[in-house]
């Protein structure tokens, strides 16, 4: 797993109140939509290095 990716992922993880805060989060970190984030963790989830990385993350994700 890249710096990036795993970023994302803890990125994911965390609780949002509110989702157009999530959202301006991903544009200003990662320079990419919600939409093209999902799309990224969502693969991510179904990686052993993701399981191996954050396992609480990845399982509540899934």
């Known amino acids: ?3 990036e990716e ?3 992922l803890d990125l994911a993880g965390r609780r949002w109140n509110y989702a157009g805060n999530l959202e301006q989060k991903v ?3 990662f320079g ?3 939409t093209r984030f999902w799309q990224i963790v969502n693969r991510l989830l179904d990686t ?3 399981l191996s990385y954050s396992p609480q993350v990845v399982n509540r994700l899934r």
Do not use: F, G, N, V
């Open 6 to 8: 795993k970023a994302m």
């Open 1 to 3: 797993m890249t710096d």
């Open 32 to 34: 990419i939509s919600l």
């Open 27 to 29: 544009r200003d970190e």
């Open 48 to 50: 052993q290095e993701a």
